[in-house]
Every structure is written in structure tokens, then in C-alpha cells.
């Protein structure tokens, strides 16, 4: 925003050497200049032959250089150090001639003079460098440092600045006389004013190009500038501790990761008698093992960061933790019909190269088309997860059977609107519409879930369907069932569950499965 009615042009008290150069050539390429509406004070021009140019009113706020969209502009700005002021002045009728100054004066400028029966403080003006110490240490107000426009005081005023229409050109810092008058808020990215330091000389005034800085009550002043210290000490206390967390829980990923792939190992080298899940379900889908994992992981935890881990705290971590998938081909009984490659639903997942059997590459979502195509029971698809319920960590195995299906949900206000949902979803089934929203057309989605998994921000969640295949019909079987996942009453029915969770290598038995 540019002041109405300025003239002043940034006019600073130090010494302010703008060097800039302009690459004519590139600019020629750019037909709106946003160059020139950026610049608040209209220190930039065209000149006669069309090229940009800069006023010597230019006082190096580098908007025009930002605003540029070919980096044709190139700036630098030089500053002088600040301009000495008037030696700060006591009121010897206020001076109670405590000392504090004197202790505090970094020179020893200043001493304690009597004259008369009146002893108070005096100024060397040779040795003063004119740093504002003593009027911030004097306990009665009796010492003025930078006392140069009495209006300003006689009111009892503090200047202040205006964070709704400050720019962020940085221009009050750059003219301050008083070092550690104007500070850069770590919170807000923006100057303020420490009222204590402040001399009042108004040159950050008069030198803002967007009238941001002006005059307000002493009480406000100190309200905000403590607000602003207070915010700032506590985003640093928390960027400290952000950090240690954050690390500890990279290593807690890595840890998890790890555990994955060691239970996966583990579960790989066991013969189909020795595994003892602690529950099972055979859903519609998929085989799902349940193997509990929460001492492990709860002692993993407690090794890395020296603290016991409750599963309430790592919940959101372990929920998140995105699944291990892996597919097979059996390559010795595999005969090349070509039925998975015709279902595939995203191109080069997988193909035929004869006279080996079909390859899978890693452009392969595990959607499991292939998998219900396949006649012969040829193709594996294993999925890993960890999953959290009350005070327990599962691991969870499933064996995917066929093409899922649930619900997916989309949260517009997490929504960054990045298209990387869109970009990879393998159906098209997410369409980003012109208000950046994400449209989700569900008849086209096979559940793969690539886009939950991909989503920066956690803002689509896919819930799929649990419903078990022989719930209506078998339920008695259920009540029935143990934590190991075998049956009382009916073992036949438990082995069948746990066959189908593995690659029947009997071919008289794929035989009696597909003709029943």
C-alpha cells in the first residue's frame, strides 16, 4: 500500500547506497512489469526507450527485484553505520543520584556530580557512544536518551508499528539509529519496536513507504512488544523441542520399518503348521493374521528415547505407518495366459515375455485385479501393517483374494488442492475441479489405496469393508474360535482358512478347488 501525499521517499539518517542492474533483455520478454506496481514509493520507472529504470529515491526494499518473474533485477543495498545523536539528557530534579548509571555505563561516561548541596549525574560527551544504557538502567525515568522531538514525549507516546499494513521491506531497520530498537519477530517475520530502546526520532516514521509505523500509548506499546517477545520465546522453546521430537520419531519410522520387514522375514521362513497367529479373519477380501507385537515395539521405543512409550502416545504414528506390500508370480507353474495383464488397470504394472511367465513392475498399485483373475491361484498379494486397539500393537499379514471395497473421504479443509492424489490415481477416479477441490467419482476407484498413501496431509482416508464372507451363514463358528484361530469343534474349517493363506503347491487340490 503506498502513502497518499508522501514525498519524502524514504529519506533515511544513514548513508543508504542502492546498486542495482537491470538485464534489458530479459525484461523484454515481460509485457505487465509487476516490477513497478510493487515498488511502494515510485522509485521505479520506463524510461523513453522502454526499459525499466530506477529513481536515486530508490532505497533498496527489493519488492520490485522479488516481484519480477525472470530475475532480471539485480540488487544490492549498502548501509552506513548509524549517525551518532545528541548525548542523552538528565533531569537533575528526578536524579536521585543512586549511581545505577554509573555502574552501567559500558565507557564510564558518566560520573556523579555535586554542586552545592546537589549531587547528580553528568555526561562526558567525548567518551559517551550515545548507546541508550542509561536511560534503560535510570529507576526514576530522569535520564532522556534521544529527547530530539519534545512532542513526542511531552505526550507521553511510544511508536509503534502497525503489522496489518506493514510490508516487510525492512526499510525502519535499516535507518534505526538505536541498535536494538527495532527487532524481526521470528512468529510474525515482521519488525517491532522495543519502547524501551526507541529514541523517538521518527526516522523509521518517516521513512516507512507504507505509513505502518505511528504513535500510540506507552501502556499499548510495552503490551505488545511484550505479547510479541513472549510469543517468540515460546516458538523458539518449541522449535527446540519440535526438533528432538522430530528426530525421535524418524528413528521410531525407522524402528517400526524395521520391525516390518523382521516379522515379515519370520513369518516367510515358517511352515503353515507353525504359525500361531493370536487372531484371524477371513474377510470377503483377504486372509487377515493378527500377531501381537506391543512388548517388541513398547521395548523398541523405550531403547531409543529413554522414556516409557504408552500405545496411546504412538497411536496416531503406528495407525499411519503405511503398509508393506509385496506381490508374487509363481514362476514355475505361471503359463502365460495373459488374463492378469488384460484386468491391469495402469500401464507397464505388468506384462508377458515369453516364454517366462507375466513380470510385475514397480509401477504396480496392488489393486489385486490381477489376483481374481488369475484362474490358477498364480499370483500372491501380501500386505504388512501394524495396527493399534486399546493397549495392544498388532501385526498385521493379509493375503489379498480379490479387489477391495469401502469408503473413501476427502477432507477440503486439510486439502492442499497438489493434484498428487490425481496425478497417480490409476482409474481416474479424482478429479481436481476449479475451486481446488478434489472430486471423487467411486465408481471408478478400485480401492488400491495409492492417494491415501501418497497425500502429504493426511487428507484422504479410505475405510474398507470388513465384512466377513461366511459371517450370516457360519457365525456359531465364530464363538467357537479361539486366540490361536483354530476351532473346537470344527478343525477342518480352521485348516481351510489357513491353507487359503499360502500357495497351495498341490496341483490335484487347485484342481478340486476350481471345480467346486
Known sequence: MKAEGYERFGKSIREVEVQWDIDDNKCAHCEDKPCIESCPI???????????????????????????????????????????????????????????????????????????????????????????????????????????????????????????????????????????SILISETLKLPYINPGYCARCEECMHSCPSTAIKFSSRKRAYAEYSKIRTSDTINEIVEKDISVLSHNISRIDRVVSDLAIQFSNELDEQCESEVQPDDFHDFKCSLELKFNASDLIRKKFDDITGSNYY??????????????????????????????????????????????????????????????????????????????????IFYISSEIHEPRSGKLEISNMACQGCGVCVNNCPTDALKLNDKDHIDFVEEDCIYCRECEYLCPVNAINIVLSTSEENSNDDAPLEEDKDMNGNSSTDDENSNISKSDFSIDNDTEDISQDDSS
Do not use: Q, W
Open 311 to 392: 500405545i496411546a502416545e504412538v497411536k496416531n504414528l503406528i495407525d499411519t505407518f503405511p503398509p508393506k506390500r509385496r506381490i508374487f508370480v509363481d514362476e514355475f507353474r505361471c503359463i502365460g495366459c495373459g488374463e492378469c495383464v488384460n484386468v491391469c488397470p495402469v500401464e507397464g504394472a505388468i506384462y508377458l515375455d515369453y516364454p517366462a511367465p507375466v513380470h510385475i513392475t514397480d509401477k504396480c498399485v496392488y489393486c489385486a485385479k490381477c489376483v481374481e483373475a488369475c484362474r490358477f491361484d498364480y499370483i500372491t498379494l501380501l500386505e504388512e501393517s501394524f495396527e493399534s486397539e486399546d493397549d495392544k
Open 42 to 180: 515510485d522509485a521505479i520507472y520506463l524510461d523513453p526507450n522502454g526499459n525499466v529504470r530506477l529513481h536515486e529515491s530508490c532505497f533498496g526494499c527489493v519488492l520490485c527485484r522479488n516481484a519480477c518473474p525472470h530475475d532480471a533485477i539485480i540488487m544490492e543495498t549498502k548501509i552506513a553505520e548509524p549517525i551518532k545523536e545528541n548525548i542523552p539528557n538528565i533531569n537533575k530534579a528526578l536524579c536521585r543520584s543512586c549511581g545505577a548509571c554509573v555502574l552501567n555505563c559500558k565507557t564510564g561516561a558518566i560520573h556523579l556530580k555535586s554542586v552545592g548541596s546537589d549531587t547528580f549525574s553528568e555526561i562526558d560527551e567525548d567518551k559517551c557512544m550515545r548507546c541508550g544504557y542509561c536511560y534503560r538502567v535510570c529507576p526514576t525515568d530522569a535520564i532522556k536518551y534521544g529527547e530530539i522531538l519534545p512532542r513526542a514525549v511531552k505526550g507521553g507516546k511510544a511508536i509503534v508499528v502497525n503489522h496489518k499494513k506493514c510490508i516487510g521491506c525492512m526499510t525502519c531497520t535499516r535507518v534505526c539509529p538505536s541498535k536494538g
